[in-house]
């Protein structure tokens, strides 16, 4: 049976599909494919994880100053303790000032209001939201880091081009030859990132998302608690006395001349003012910035992804990251250092004595964080699974909710194209591959089958001659880098006009020439009514030139709404299923059976 298959300026070609001989050809092709999917592992050997990617590490980290000078952080330690040695001889040159003294008599620090008297004390659930924010917090920036060293460089514009970063602790770019992503990822040690070895992005994103969700739920039970019992008023300034209250005790610590602690009834200004910006600014700009890295969001909402585009997203997430440490250091500094049994009791005992039970629980629970710290890496390297599993069920709701935000071309256009687009993945070597390349890919063929009704079998001629679909979009790779591209092809709702996908299909199964890092073809598949979407395309072209070897020729997939690791370049096949079960290790996708990926990723 021949079908028409029309083009407006290309005319129209004939294609023959569909005899059953046909579709006995295209089936085997598909069985054929099958055969080169592989499994992944269960347990992490760390020789051979990621295909035996040997472990790397970075540089120090160096903050980009003018075009191309590079400030090392590393001078920040020396340059602190001098700062930290010249504010203390500042606070006592200023304290011998009589009007300072005077601002200090009529400011002391603490502003003790009459309902903050009646509402002295903490009660149990502050100390145990306490301690399960600083125990969640733990898993959430050790995974961060992980994640950061993935791509160790950060940028302000969507274009992640080499040399523009503002931040990196990793070598230049090697622009004189292809280096991917992948390759430029670092290694953290074992029990600094989580889990610990390079490019395991997949697993320490489970982490970081999954404890996440935990970490937000826990954040929202205390705004609850902490305004329907008055305690906001312990850390929301109600009066401007707040700030030369502030700047009283800064001068009072810095001259070493410490002021009384009234920590029981209401803290102090400066206490007040950080511990307003880090619960009130710095956690909500945490959720914030990590959304304005979602690819479903972003490529919805244009208009706030214009201003807050993923880099400058991943950008203020880091620096969230830096204000939470900053925080953590000196706030822990300073419970040891006024008092810290009286201090103890008041967060982890719920009293204003001097006994020991503070310390007794404090020792319980740090003992508590130090095991689970220490056993954290090691477990997720034994049971990757596990972690993928119980992540998933954290956070899959989330970004299954995100995946409906369908939305239509037209945010960018050609002044938007990013001048460098990195590279990711590994190319493919087979003979079959090689073969097809060399001779323009006339004799490309590809592959469509499955639980369709009509299975068909497209030449690039053939896709040539299908209605034409364009579209600049913005690429968001799993590592975190970005560009922008213009891609043209074939729609995939032209796809599934021509091919009738049947009922029961549920997933659509892209197949490439190209094996995964760690052997076995690479693979991915896409819910079926993403593949309705606007945006969701096979692209022959980049730019307005045809598909690169190193992007993907012939053939790539977008899908928008998800992450870069599932739109497949160098694909052969493409096969409609019922169940992901039925497909390679069963978990969506090459990296998600191989390197615990998810095989939802819309953010
Ligand atoms: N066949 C195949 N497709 C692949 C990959 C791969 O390794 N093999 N890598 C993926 C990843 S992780 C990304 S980010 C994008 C990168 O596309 P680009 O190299 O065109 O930028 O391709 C995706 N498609
Ligand atoms: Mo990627």
Known sequence: MTEQLSDGDAGSIELDHQTSRDRGRLDDEVREIHDQLTVGEDVIEIGSWAGSIPQAYGTAPHVRVGRDRWFNLLWLIPMSLVALVLSVALGKALRDIP???????????????????????????????????????????????????????LYWTRHSTPGKE?????????????????????????????????????????????????????????????????????????????FPNAISTMIQYMSLNWPAEHGWVAYNGLQLITYFITVFVAAPAALLSGLGMSPALSTR??????????????????????????????????????????NLNHMFAARDTK?????????????????????????????????????????????????HLDSSPGEYSDKDLSPYFWHNGRVPDSVEYQLLQREGFEDYRLVVDGLVESPVGLGLADLHALAHHEQTTQHFCIQGWSGVAKWGGVSMQTILDLVHPLPEAEWVV????????????????????????????????????????????????????????????????IEFVHDLSEVGGGFGGYNEDHEFFGYRQSI
């Open 355 to 403: 006994s020991w039970v503070g310390m007794a629980i404090f020792l319980i629970a740090m003992t508590a964080v130090t095991a689970a710290w220490f056993a954290a890496s090691p477990f997720t390297l034994r049971h990757p699974r596990v972690v993928q599993r119980v992540g998933f069920a954290l956070i899959g709701p989330f970004q299954r909710l995100f995946e």
């Open 166 to 242: 503002w931040f990196r602790f990793q070598k230049p770019v090697h622009t004189d030859r292809m280096w991917t992503a992948k390759q430029d990822s670092i290694t953290l040690p074992r029990h600094i990132g989580l889990p610990g070895i390079r490019h395991s992005i997949g697993l320490a994103r489970w982490w970081h998302l999954g404890v996440d969700v935990l970490w937000l739920a826990n954040g929202i039970l205390f705004y609850i608690l902490l305004f329907s019992t008055g305690q906001w008023r312990r850390i929301i300034p109600t009066t401007w006395e707040v």
């Open 99 to 153: 009007a300072v003294e005077a601002f200090i008599t009529r400011h002391p620090g603490t502003i003790i209001t009459p309902s903050a008297q009646e509402h002295a004390g903490f009660p149990v659930w502050l100390n145990a939201q306490h301690f399960l924010n600083l125990f969640l917090m733990t898993f959430i920036i050790r995974a961060g880091w992980q994640i950061l060293a993935d791509h160790p460089r």
């Open 301 to 342: 909402f244009r208009r706030v992804s214009m201003v807050l585009s993923i880099q400058v997203a991943r950008s203020l997430h880091f620096l969230v990251m830096c204000w939470f440490l900053f925080f953590i250091v000196s706030h822990v500094t300073m419970v040891f250092t006024t008092g810290l049994v009286v």
């Open 510 to 573: 892209f197949y490439s020439f190209g094996e995964g890092s760690d052997g076995g073809l690479y693979y991915d598949a896409h819910p079926i009514d993403q593949m309705s979407y606007e945006l969701t395309m096979l692209a022959y072209d980049m730019n307005g030139e045809p598909l690169s070897f190193g992007h993907g020729a012939p053939l790539r997939l977008r899908n928008e709404v998800q992450l870069g690791f599932k739109q497949v370049k160098w694909i052969k096949g």
